[in-house]
């Protein structure tokens, strides 16, 4: 039996793409160039032939390792 922890939201590239505030295009680039938005993409999964998800934590995570600014003077 499966466990609860063990589910998590898989999104798809559109909506990876939404939450990451990129293009779809630069998402699915990103899956042969490695890179996206200038650091190593995030991981995703290959579900059959056509069908690729992203798991919600490796998104978040992804997201969080660029810096939050209040102000454009503070970059």
Do not use: C, H, V, W
């Amino acid at each position: 039996m499966m466990n609860q922890e063990n589910l998590e939201e898989l999104l798809t590239t559109t909506q990876a793409a939404r939450l990451l505030g990129a293009a779809p295009s630069s998402l699915k680039q990103s899956r042969t160039t490695g890179t996206l938005l200038g650091q190593a993409a995030p991981p995703f999964l290959k579900l059959g032939r056509r069908s690729t998800r992203y798991k919600l934590s490796a998104l978040i995570e992804f997201r969080d390792q660029f810096p939050e600014y209040n102000n454009s003077s503070e970059y």
